[in-house]
């Protein structure tokens, strides 16, 4: 399974399902990273994580374990 | 208020809504605190029409029950019922915008939706058929441009006219088995509830909302009933109940969008992009960072501009201590009393207690005003965002958030606008965590008390100064660590998923009324605390019982015929110094309190009533703990002498001797852990009134306190115990429980432990 963790800094994937539950995954499907809708990883923090990614237009930053929840294409 | 009406201003964070709400309702407003919680609550009466109450909901992204905030504008807007919401919606980031307005709509409350930001969309060459999207979504669209207050007027009257009509809109619907199950809920729960409430609980129930679920009180049978239908749906779309509707929202926003939403989509980078590129960037952003944090923490508490720094904030702090807070208030309360021939006793309580009170909190003030202005920039201008961006890695692990690092970095010049700084944390975990620990950094008032420690028995070595700050961190880390595995801290969750919102240039407005509410907040909560406790200080050190008579022991010690050799000769036996050193503080109901209370510092080798004497004194303000010692060590700068230095110079000898003396030879130890317990407990009334204010909650305000002086108290104990190990000396009970101590430490600090899913908050 690949998730957005996997994905390397400027290429833009679609998102196929969303693992997890509760507080977390409502949060990120709630910022509009559902599925079908593709996701540009624009930046990797300083430090190595959070990764910045473009989603629906604007930018969001989420933590490498919570982009592990997300199963990309 | 009967008749009255009530409009709720909701929207996204970063959309504008401070700014609006700022603009409709002018100087009218009223700042504080949603019931219990942290999270701040505004209203105001609206300049159009000062019938109008308008309430300022928390930003917010969504009505789940997982935020604070969330909960909190739930809960207005189903139990306060407002007559009509007003919507504001980001038009350059619609997608995400309009998935609150979905849920706004469903409420049965009458929606004015005021599109902000046109003005950028059409300079970009998009184009919005808002005509259209007014339709599909039911309900009335304003095109307003916050910032330049065009269409603001107009928005405030539609949503009046909402309020007035009390007609609901349609809603949007979801698919086939979605639909299906609504509508079956609704008939088994909600069909006695008026029926434009009917959807909004027939769709909290699909999700199983357990705060909806609870409130609703339903049967087992009926709760058994619908979960088949909501399991049906679930089968049927292959997901859970919440994320069906969540999914959903998003993809009927899509279709809605197709035709009315025509990106130019030139794919350029906009301007905050760049900006972007190169702040956040690899390699430049830890610099970057780095000289932000220099130039705030340099500007507001750094060297006064007048010597040779840049700090405008010192400067005006330094004057107004000088000026306004020694020679008006106190030296001129003081003639001003004595000339009406006030009793000694008022002159004292006025000038000394009251004013050097209300002067001690004034002073503070323009270093705080200064402060303040820099966050709100930092904040308003998108900044403080990437902050929590690029210091996430490291804080997380002590749970704390990304943005803790201003507090402290802040607290290392002053604890109290430290503590405030964490408003701008969003998570109120992280915010309370961040209240209780960032007092720990060595603040500029305990420097002094390093000074003396380091001067009188380490030789001024440099190094205690360092060790000093070293604890302060490994409090924090430690702290946070072992706090945030603990039940009332784990039992909300923290996911991170964090917007970065477009950098723009600092509305002004918002800047300096932000700025403005802060400092008034500081001078309100932190000016009552440390009056009311700067009277009590005052009281506790002036006055005493000297042989038998009660009253000020200044005044009874000019009586001769009460202080007699033979009292004189008694005090000195009972605090054990010579007879010419007998002091009228030595009667002082503080002295004589000390005495028993030093019992408490006894296993931290400190056990003295004048390090005790000291401590508590350090309550009102950290430097007095150094002032203090001058007094109790009968360095006189009456008699010829100078002035007593910062750090107590003159009297380090005597400070050595007497720790030498009363821990047994282990001088060096006891000054150590006198130094580690007044760094790590309560910090100071001024900082403890900040603390009360951040918290909202007097329950809160005691844990971080108790928490505080036990922690420091641990400390203490534990580096006494084990260090007489090594220089002698040492007792066997207490190594055991030194050692225990320690184990506890260490396996609150390696447990394992799972982060909660579910928010404790009401």
Known sequence: MKTLRDVKVGDTVKV???????????????????????????????????VEVNVRGYELSIRKADAQMIEVE | MEGQIRIA???????????????????????????????????????????????DLPGIYSLSPYTLEEVV??????????????????????????????????????????????????????????KELSRQLGCKIVEISALKGDGVREAAESAIEAAKSGKTIPQHSFSGPVEHALAHIEEVTVHDLPEEKQRWYAIKLFERDEKVVEALKLSAETKAHIEKDIAAAEQEMDDDAESIITNERYVY??????????????GKLSVSDKIDRIVTNRWLALPIFAVVMFLVYALSMGKSIADGGISIGTWLTDLTNDV?????????????????????????????????????VLGFVPQMLVLFLMLCLLEDCGYM??????????FRRFGLSGKSFIPMLVGTGCGIPGVMASRTIENERDRRMTIMTTTFMPCGAKMPIIGLIA??????????????????????????IMLKKTKIFAGDPAPFVMELPAYHLP??????????????????????????????????????VVNGHFGMVESLYEDEEIVTNEYVAAVADRMDIPEEEVEPMDDSILARVAQPVSVVFRPLGFGDWKPTAATVTGLVAKEEVVANFGIMYAYDDNDGEEELEENGDQIWDRVAEDFNAFSNGHGKLAAFTFMIFNLLCAPCFAAIGAIKREMNSRKWTWFAIAYQCGFAWVAAFIVWQIGRVFTGGMSIVGLILALLMLGFVLWMLFRPYKESQKLTVQ
């Open chain 2, 73 to 130: 504008a739930r809960n207005y807007l189903m139990e306060e019922k407002p007559d009509a919401i007003l919507n504001i919606v980001d038009a350059t980031n619609l997608e995400r915008n309009l998935y609150l307005t979905t849920q706004l709509t469903e409420l049965g409350i009458p929606v004015v939706v005021a599109l902000n930001m046109m003005d950028l969309v059409k300079k970009a060459g998009d184009h919005i058929n808002v």
């Open chain 1, 16 to 50: 196929v399902k969303l693992h997890g539950e509760g507080a977390v995954k409502r949060r990120i499907m709630d910022m509009g990273i559902t599925k079908g809708v593709e996701v540009f990883v624009r930046k990797l923090a300083p430090l190595g994580d959070p």
């Open chain 2, 324 to 360: 306004l807070g020694g020679a008006w208030l106190q030296d001129g309360s003081r003639a001003i009393l004595e000339s009406w021939g006030a009793a000694p006793w008022l002159v004292g309580l006025i000038s000394d207690g009251i004013l050097a009170g209300v002067g001690a």
């Open chain 2, 455 to 480: 001067g009188a028995l380490f030789g001024g070595s440099t190094w205690i100064a360092v060790s000093a700050y070293f604890i302060g961190v490994a409090a924090i880390v430690l702290s946070g």
């Open chain 2, 385 to 394: 965002a990437r902050i929590a961006f690029i210091m996430d890695r490291i």
């Open chain 2, 507 to 544: 509305a002004w407005g918002n800047v300096l009324r932000g700025t403005w509410e802060r400092g008034w907040s500081f001078i309100k909560r932190a000016g009552t605390v440390i009056v009311v406790s700067s009277i009590v200080i005052w009281f506790l050190t002036s006055f005493g």
């Open chain 2, 9 to 55: 201003l909701a929207g996204n964070p970063n959309s504008g809504k401070t700014t609006l709400f700022n603009k409709l309702t002018g100087a009218n407003q009223f700042v504080g605190n949603w019931p219990g919680v942290t999270v701040e609550k505004k209203e105001g009466k609206l300049i159009v029409d000062k019938e109008v109450v308008l309430t």
């Open chain 2, 253 to 266: 926003i899509g279709q809605m969008l197709k035709g009315i939403y025509k990106k130019k989509g030139t």
